[in-house]
C-alpha cells in the first residue's frame, strides 16, 4: 500500500511539475501545486464573471486554517508512539498532502492580494481517549472526513469558478485520506455513494 | 414514525444532559450528533478550533465567545442563537450573515437541520462533552 502511495506521489510531481515549466512560474520559490493551481487560475482570469472576490480570498483562508491545524494534528499522530511503521508512514504521507494544500492555499491567497493566516503557535487536540494506533487512526479518519464536507460546502460558494475546481481538487485528496484510513481500521472504506 | 422516535430520545438525552428543553426543541438528537460529522472540520463542542466551540452556543449572542476571533459580520451581527436563527444561519450561512468567515455552503435539508439544532441544544455547559 505505502508503495503504491509513493508511485502515485512521484506521477502527482512529475505531472505538477511539467505544468510549472509551462506555466513559467517555476522558479519563483512556490510549491508545486501552488504553481499549477494559480497556473489554471491565470488562464481562466479572462472568462467573465470569473474574477476572484474578497470573499474568495475568506474562504481559501478558512480551508487554510482548517489544513494547518491537520498538519498539527498527523503531527501529533506521527510523535504518539502509538503507530506502528504502517501507520506511521501513511500518517507522515498524508500531513506531507496537507502541508501541500496549506503551501497552494496560501500562495493563493497572496497571489490575490490577500493575507494568508498562519498556524497557530499550539493547537489543543483532545487527546484523553488516545491510548491506541485504531484511536490515532479513528481520530484522523474524523478529521479527513470533516474535510471532505468543509471543501465540499465551500465549492459552490467561489465566485471564481478556477478555485472552486482546486477546491474539488483537495476534496478528492481528502476523500482517499478517510478512505485509506477507514480500510486500515478494518472498515468498508468506501460506505456511501455521496459524501455530504 | 421518525418524529415520535426522535423527540423520545432527545428527551432522554436532554433530561440526562439536565435539561427541560425537550417539549421546545424537536428533532433526533442521535441523528444530529450523525450530522455534526459534517462540521466537525472546523468545530468541536468542547474547544476553538477554525470556528468557535458550540457548548453553551444555545442562547448565547453570536460572535461573543472571549479567546475566538469572529468576523465582523459575525461580532456586530446582535443575532442570538435559537432554534429559528440557526435553521436560517445553517440552511445558507453566508446568505443569512454576509461576511462571515464560516465558509460553508450550508446543511439544504430542512429535516437535517431540525436533527442538527437538537443536538447543538444538548451541548450545554455542563453536558458531558462540555465538562
Redesign the interface.
Known amino acids: 500500500m505505502t508503495r503504491s502511495i509513493d508511485d502515485t506521489n512521484a506521477a502527482t510531481g512529475r505531472i505538477l511539475s511539467r505544468r510549472g515549466a509551462l506555466t513559467g512560474l517555476g522558479g519563483i520559490g512556490i510549491s508545486a501545486a501552488a504553481v499549477a493551481l494559480l497556473g489554471g487560475r491565470e488562464n481562466l482570469a479572462l472568462a467573465a464573471g470569473a474574477e476572484p472576490t474578497q470573499?474568495d480570498i475568506?474562504?481559501l483562508?478558512?480551508?487554510l486554517?482548517?489544513e494547518h491545524?491537520a498538519i498539527a494534528a498527523y503531527q501529533l499522530g506521527a510523535e504518539s508512539g502509538l503507530l506502528g511503521q504502517g501507520a506511521k508512514s501513511l500518517a507522515l504521507t498524508f500531513q506531507g498532502h496537507h502541508k501541500e494544500h496549506a503551501d497552494a492555499l496560501a500562495a493563493t491567497v497572496k497571489k490575490l492580494g490577500g493575507t494568508a493566516g498562519e498556524a497557530q503557535a499550539r493547537y489543543?487536540f483532545?487527546t484523553d481517549g488516545l491510548k491506541s494506533e485504531a484511536d490515532v487512526l479513528r481520530f484522523a479518519a474524523?478529521?479527513e472526513?470533516?474535510?471532505v464536507?468543509?471543501y465540499?460546502?465551500?465549492?459552490?460558494?467561489f465566485a471564481d469558478r478556477e478555485l472552486a475546481r482546486v477546491a474539488a481538487s483537495i476534496l478528492g485528496d481528502e476523500a482517499m485520506h478517510w478512505a485509506v484510513l477507514r480500510s486500515a481500521l478494518g472498515e468498508a472504506p468506501v460506505p456511501v455513494a455521496f459524501v455530504? | 414514525m421518525r418524529i415520535p422516535i426522535g423527540l423520545g430520545v432527545a428527551a432522554v438525552v436532554l433530561l440526562l444532559a439536565g435539561a427541560a428543553r425537550a417539549d421546545t426543541i424537536p428533532g433526533d438528537v442521535e441523528l444530529g450528533a450523525g450530522l455534526y460529522d459534517r462540521c466537525l472540520a472546523c468545530h468541536s463542542p468542547a474547544r476553538n478550533r477554525t470556528g468557535p466551540k458550540h457548548c453553551g452556543v444555545m442562547d448565547r449572542t453570536a460572535g461573543t465567545l472571549a479567546g475566538y476571533r469572529y468576523s465582523e459580520s459575525m461580532r456586530e451581527s446582535g443575532i442570538v442563537w435559537t432554534a429559528e436563527t440557526l435553521d436560517a444561519f445553517l440552511e445558507a450561512p453566508r446568505k443569512f450573515m454576509p461576511g462571515t468567515k464560516m465558509t460553508y455552503a450550508g446543511v439544504p435539508d430542512p429535516t437535517d437541520r431540525v436533527d442538527l439544532i437538537a443536538y447543538l441544544a444538548t451541548l450545554r455547559e455542563d453536558a458531558e462533552a462540555c465538562r
Open positions: 470573499e475568506t474562504i483562508n478558512t480551508a486554517s482548517a491545524e489543543d483532545a474524523g478529521l472526513k470533516g474535510a464536507s468543509a465540499l460546502g465551500a465549492v459552490p460558494l455530504s
